[in-house]
C-alpha cells in the first residue's frame, strides 16, 4: 500500500507524505471524513511507510522483509482495532493500553489503527484520552472517525486533524468499476452519485442486487397507491424482498435514504441540478412531482427510525414492514 494508490485525498497525502519525508510525526493522527472515501487505505499507507526498511521518501520499497511482513498482515508492530459489534470497547482500549506499555519488537516505532473512534463510549473515550495525554514514546496512533459523529473535544484537541473529503463523482464512479468490472456505466455513475463520491460505500455488497431492489423500491413508492388493502399488501411484498438482502441491507437504507435526500435538495434550490446519474435525474424529477418537502423529510426519519430499531436488534422483517407501511403512507407512524 503507497500513498500513490490514494485517490482524491491530495491534500491529505501531502501532509502526510511531508511528515514522513521529514521523519518529524506527531504522536497521534485524527483521520476525519465521511466513510468510504480513503482514510483506512491512508492509514495502511502510513504505516507501510513507517515500517520499510528501504523506503525512498513517503513510498516504501515493498520488498524488504518489514514491507513483505505489513502486506501479508503479520508484522508484529502493527496493532489494528476496530469496533466490536457497533463500539470500540472499554476492554479493547485497556488491551491497547497495556500493550503500549512494552517496545515495539522490530521496528523503530509501533503503529495502531484505531477504526471509527466515534463509536466508543464515554468509558473508552476517556480511557484512550489518557493515552493521547501522555502517548508511550515510540508510538504512532492513526484514528479514523466519520465526521458528522461526535467526538470528545480534548481527544480532537491532541491529535493531528487530517479532513478527507467525498470525491468528485467522476472519479468515485470510475473507483467503483475498477471495483467491479461487470457494472455498466450507468450502474457505477449511479452508485457514484447515491453513496455521495464515497467509492467505498459500494465495496462491502453486491451492487447488482441492491441497485435492482433499490429500482423495484423506488418505482413502486413514485405510484401513487389508491387501495387500502393494496397498499398494505405492496407493503408487505416490498418488505420480503429487502429483508432477504441479508449484508446489503444497510447500504440499501443509506441508499434509499440519499434518493430522498437528492429529492429534497432539487426543491430547494430554483434550477434542479444534475447528478451525473440520467436514472437518477429521471428518479428525482418524478419525486418533485410525486411527495412535496414535509413528506419527503418524514420519509427520510422514517428510515433513520428504521435503522435504529435494526441497531436494537428488532426483527428484520418486523423492521421493514413497518418502514415500508410508513414509506407508502406517510400518515402512519413508525412503531417497533
Not at 102 to 110: I, K, M, N, V, Y
Not at 269 to 282: N, Q, Y
Request: charged fraction near 25%; charge should be neutral.
Amino acid at each position: 500500500m503507497v500513498f500513490s494508490e490514494i485517490r482524491g485525498q491530495k491534500k491529505a497525502v501531502k501532509l502526510l507524505g511531508r511528515a514522513l519525508d521529514n521523519e518529524y510525526m506527531a504522536h497521534a493522527y485524527l483521520f476525519t471524513g465521511p466513510d468510504g472515501v480513503g482514510k483506512v487505505m491512508t492509514a495502511r499507507a502510513m504505516a507501510a511507510a513507517v515500517f520499510c526498511r528501504k523506503k525512498n521518501g513517503a513510498a516504501p520499497c515493498g520488498t524488504c522483509p518489514a514491507c513483505l511482513k505489513f502486506t501479508s498482515g503479520n508484522h508484529p508492530d502493527f496493532l489494528h482495532i476496530v469496533p466490536q459489534g457497533s463500539t470500540i470497547k472499554i476492554d479493547q482500549i485497556r488491551k491497547l493500553k497495556k500493550a503500549l506499555s512494552f517496545p515495539s519488537l522490530e521496528s523503530d516505532h509501533r503503529v495502531v489503527l484505531l477504526e471509527d473512534v466515534h463509536t466508543m463510549r464515554r468509558e473508552a473515550a476517556n480511557s484512550l484520552l489518557k493515552i493521547l495525554e501522555e502517548p508511550p514514546p515510540g508510538n504512532i496512533l492513526l484514528l479514523t472517525a466519520d465526521e458528522s459523529e461526535p467526538l470528545l473535544p480534548t481527544i480532537i484537541s491532541r491529535c493531528q486533524v487530517v479532513p478527507f473529503f467525498p470525491l468528485p463523482l467522476t472519479l468515485t464512479a470510475e473507483i467503483i468499476s475498477r471495483q467491479d468490472p461487470s457494472l455498466d456505466v450507468e450502474e457505477a455513475a449511479l452508485l457514484a452519485s447515491l453513496t455521495g463520491g464515497c467509492p467505498g460505500m459500494a465495496k462491502p455488497f453486491d451492487a447488482h442486487e441492491i441497485l435492482m431492489v433499490r429500482r423495484e423500491i423506488i418505482e413502486t413508492l413514485l405510484l401513487k397507491q389508491v387501495d387500502p388493502a393494496g397498499e398494505v399488501e405492496t407493503a408487505l411484498i416490498l418488505a420480503s424482498k429487502t429483508a432477504e438482502v441479508k449484508e446489503g441491507l444497510e447500504p440499501l437504507l443509506n441508499l434509499l435514504r440519499h434518493f430522498f435526500k437528492e429529492a429534497m435538495l432539487t426543491l430547494c434550490i430554483p434550477v434542479p441540478r444534475k447528478s451525473g446519474s440520467h436514472e437518477l435525474d429521471l428518479e428525482v424529477s418524478r419525486a418533485r412531482e410525486r411527495w412535496n418537502l414535509d413528506e419527503l423529510s418524514d420519509k427520510v426519519s422514517a428510515i433513520d427510525y428504521a435503522e435504529k430499531a435494526l441497531s436494537r436488534n428488532c426483527s428484520r422483517g418486523l423492521v421493514c414492514e413497518v418502514l415500508f407501511l410508513h414509506l407508502l403512507n406517510s400518515k402512519t407512524q413508525p412503531q417497533y
